[in-house]
């Protein structure tokens, strides 16, 4: 009895759920009807059912109060004073002490703001007066799941556009902005920036600017919570695209150098993580002489996370150099007289992003630093050792001073006999005089004397530079095996490069020019030496491997001046097996995935800085890499134009025709996109190749079946009615009898796409037609008999041949099929009959025994065996075309 008695009296602490507890009788527990409890509950109204259960002891009550408040505003939706109470009593559960509550309530918020805006108009002030408040009221709430719900609810508002401006303004902003002070707490300010930043793209540029930059802005120099650095770098792009480039260059790029040489390497690597963003919101000038400079810094960071993440943005980082009122690689037919504005290079480019190498290498290695004050010029940035407080709020005069120093030639560049012609009109470009000899220098006294005043005046740093930078290559190289010694010396190895391009100028003017010193001798060379053609093709594939011997024709062979060149033979290195043990196993496959943009960024007059690349990848170990290119090859050949497509890209095409279906797919899934900017000779000698997609690696691999079914419709109008018949018309009677369904009905569509291109010709459709009776509506299967009728079916209504040479070639064996023994061909053969041909007038209105035989067919239909027969021979077409109930009997077969 004791027992029992403290059964009874837990079970009255448990009335929230709606049972009033156990009675005790005789020794006996006797348990009332649910059914009874039931109706209790619903005696009550919503409201009151909802004050019995928000005042319950038991937290899960409470929690299904929350979970269950949607449902009562709906129930009450028609009495506005009700709404008003409902809303009213969920303020007063947002004060509830249980934090899965208050979680749980939150939950709801959006839901319930929806249902307010769409079905509450007379409340105009609903979610503004009652909801609001507590979002925002939770944003600081002790408990950890209830500041991440609300912040999510917080973003489903404002994506929802359900919180009207002035209240984001006045109600939100502050107290975020609130919560980020200094002295809030470290858990609660990391998530607040988090928010501002999430928050910035969706109110716009005006109230980020005036209440979320400056915090922003201190909120990067926070020394104590590395965290919340980390969380601005991290957002630091999406920031700058909002307050557009005139902010960040003046207000926000001083930061993000800062960042870039934070301590903590997850900082570094966040800001390498969205460099391209950061880029994209300044100009090219900025871009060119300071992010460059910064970039390259990342990329010899000591951190190989910050590496990785470095490299993995090289690509979309150069992507960024591209100008958007050029047309780089949008004339595909007209290579030669492409009309994308030309610029020279200088040398100014290659000294700015040497200084910027060594200084990058310098501050990283402290026993580069004393040997490096002679030799910098102020190229680099201040790494987080030496920037303090002070020293950052000069550092818009220092990245000044540095852009400077950058923008200024040295004496020996503009005394540089470069091999490029002088600027000249467009149609000198390209004229073969200028490019198969070594051009004349054209002589000005005048600049002569200016630059020798200018040279005397200046400072003998970069043949110093460059001898100090042999010695501390020299010094590095016993420890080459570390690998962050071994990305310094790669660094160290791009910036000795650089430097000699002002040491060997004069030398090089004198040497004779080999005919891979200019990307374009190799076509104009053609036009004087026919007989050359295998040696010149020599040249060409040495470009690289002799550029990595000798500076002087690296600089020769890759001369662009889109691209900093430093940046540029960070990218080329990416291929270099070394990478991948010191940076990262997969950094082939990045830079495969951003070539074409690059590629898009240089211009095909610059292909050749990228073909060894191109082809080093195209021929790597693994298969992500060549799937990768294979994916691209299109977007690359319609940069490139047919012509360095055919040489180039044809060979590495055929090769990934034969590699493993991974990297096949890659190819077939955008055939017609590549086939279609080949000559008509090129493209023809695949029609040999295509019936080699049947074969797979793995016969279940029905998709590849499938696509190369899609491809061939594509393919269609590349190729003459007689290739067509010649060659796709097997290809497309081998896919109609796939096992798989979803391939057969695919190449159905095929089958009526030849049809339609066989019109034309009489003979070739007569004799495919012929075959097609021959082959499926005779066939020993079913399944071919049925594709018979739906090729049919689908000829008539997509109008692929006209109803004259339907009725001559297809109507006979069509009407044929009346007769067949399984269901499943008859239920086709009447929806064609009821739902295809007979909304056509022709065959209404047509006079002899063609409609004859067709009413004839159609009554024995009407009265066939089968239920689902007779239905569709029966009804009116109209009311069953798009019944679905109607066709489930037979959907199974399609």
């Not at 303090?388 to 030639?409: M, N, R, V, Y």
């Not at 691999?701 to 097997?730: G, K, M, T």
């Amino acid at each position: 009895m004791a027992d029992l008695s403290l059964l009874q009296d837990s079970q009255e602490d448990t009335d929230g759920f709606g049972v009033d507890g156990y009675s005790s009788e005789s020794d006996a527990i006797i348990i009332p009807s649910v059914l009874d409890f039931v109706t209790q509950d619903e005696m009550l109204t919503p409201l009151g059912r909802l004050d019995k259960y928000i005042s319950s002891e038991n937290v899960f009550n409470r929690q299904m109060v929350a979970r269950s408040l949607l449902d009562t505003l709906r129930a009450v939706s028609e009495d506005e004073r009700e709404c008003v109470s409902v809303l009213e009593r969920i303020d007063r559960l947002a004060d509830d002490s249980e934090p899965t509550v208050r979680a749980e309530l939150m939950e709801q918020i959006p839901h319930i703001a929806i249902f307010c805006q769409e079905n509450r108009p007379s409340i105009p002030f609903a979610f503004s007066k009652y909801l609001l408040p507590i979002v925002v009221r939770y944003l600081a709430d002790q408990n950890n799941l209830v500041r991440k719900t609300s912040q999510a609810a917080l973003l489903v508002l404002l994506e929802q556009e359900l919180i009207e401006r002035g209240d984001v303004e006045n109600l939100v902003c502050p107290v975020l902005v609130d919560l980020t002070a200094p002295d809030s707490n470290d858990d609660v300010k990391t998530e607040a920036m988090a928010i501002i930043c999430k928050m910035a793209p969706m109110v716009g540029k005006d109230i980020t600017e005036r209440l979320f930059l400056p915090r922003f802005c201190e909120m990067c120099c926070d020394c104590r919570m590395f965290h919340v650095r980390k969380v601005c770098a991290a957002n630091f792009g999406d920031i700058c695209s909002v307050v557009g480039g005139e902010a960040t260059e003046e207000l926000l790029l001083p930061r993000f150098f800062q960042l870039c040489s934070d301590n903590v390497w997850g900082v570094r690597k966040a800001c390498a993580e969205c460099f391209m963003t950061v880029s994209s919101a300044t100009s090219p000038e900025v871009r060119r002489t300071k992010l460059s400079s910064l970039f390259i810094s990342l990329i010899s960071d000591p951190s190989r996370w910050v590496r990785q993440a470095a490299f993995q943005s090289l690509g979309q980082f150069i992507s960024t150099f591209a100008s958007p009122s050029s047309n780089v690689g949008q004339y595909f037919r007209d290579e030669g007289n492409w009309s994308g504005a030309q610029t020279h290079s200088t040398n100014a480019d290659a000294a700015g992003s040497s200084s910027a190498a060594e200084t990058s290498a310098a501050s990283h290695n402290p026993s580069v630093c004393e040997e490096q004050d002679v030799a910098e010029e102020g190229g680099g940035e201040q790494t987080a050792e030496v920037l303090t407080e002070d020293d950052s709020k000069c550092l818009p005069e220092e990245t000044e001073a540095s852009s400077g120093a950058d923008e200024d030639p040295p004496a020996s560049a503009r005394d540089d006999p470069s091999p490029s012609p002088a600027p000249q009109d467009e149609q000198e470009l390209f004229n073969s005089f200028h490019y198969w000899r070594t051009p004349i220098p054209e002589i000005d006294l005048d600049l002569e004397l200016l630059e020798e005043e200018e040279e005397e005046k200046r400072p003998s740093a970069p043949a110093l530079g460059r001898k100090q930078l042999e010695e501390l290559i020299e010094n590095l190289e016993p420890h080459i095996d570390d690998p962050d010694v071994k990305a310094q010396v790669d660094v160290l190895t791009a910036a000795l490069r650089a430097t000699a391009l002002d040491s060997g100028l004069e030398d090089a003017f004198l040497e004779p020019r080999a005919a891979q010193s200019n990307p374009f001798s190799s076509q104009h060379s053609s036009e004087l030496h026919s007989d050359d053609t295998q040696r010149r093709d020599d040249d060409d594939d040495s470009d690289v491997s002799d550029s990595s011997v000798n500076p002087e024709d690296e600089r020769k062979s890759k001369q662009q001046d889109v691209v900093p060149q430093a940046l540029l033979d960070q990218y080329l290195s990416m291929t270099d097996p070394s990478r991948a043990q010191t940076v990262d196993m997969e950094i082939a496959k990045h830079c495969a995935y951003s070539l074409p943009g690059v590629a898009l960024t240089l211009g095909r007059q610059n292909w050749h800085c990228l073909r060894d690349t191109y082809e080093t990848l195209a021929s790597d170990m693994q298969w992500k890499v060549r799937r990768t290119l294979a994916f691209s090859i299109h977007e690359l050949a319609l940069i490139l134009g047919d012509q360095l497509t055919a040489a180039h890209l044809v060979p590495i095409f055929n090769s990934f025709l034969k590699d493993l279906d991974e990297v096949r797919i890659g190819v077939l899934k955008h055939l017609y996109d590549f086939l279609k900017l080949l000559h008509q000779d090129t493209r023809r000698k695949y029609l040999y190749q295509l019936q080699e997609f049947l074969v797979t690696d793995n016969s279940r691999n029905w998709r590849f079946r499938s696509e190369l079914a899609e491809q061939l419709v594509l393919l269609l109008e590349l190729y003459s009615a007689q290739d067509v018949h010649d060659y796709l018309r097997p290809l497309a009677f081998c896919l109609c009898t796939d096992r798989v369904s979803s391939v057969r009905w695919t190449s159905y569509r095929l089958v009526s796409e030849i049809i339609r291109k066989l019109s034309s010709c009489s003979s070739l459709l007569v004799s495919f037609l012929g075959e097609l009776v021959e082959k499926f509506c005779h066939s020993q299967k079913w399944s071919g008999r049925q594709a018979f009728a739906f090729v049919c079916q689908l000829s008539i209504e997509e109008e692929c041949l006209t109803l004259d040479q339907f009725s001559e070639h297809l109507l006979p064996p069509l009407l044929q099929l009346a007769t067949d023994p399984v269901p499943n061909v008859r239920v086709l053969l009447a929806k064609t009959l009821r739902q295809t041909l007979l909304e056509r007038e022709y065959f209404l209105n047509s006079a002899g025994c063609q409609q004859e035989a067709l009413e004839h067919t159609l009554v024995a239909l009407q009265t066939d065996v089968d239920k689902d027969v007779k239905y569709f021979a029966s009804v009116h077409p109209g009311s069953t075309r798009l019944n679905e109930d109607a066709m489930s009997t037979t959907s199974s077969t399609y």
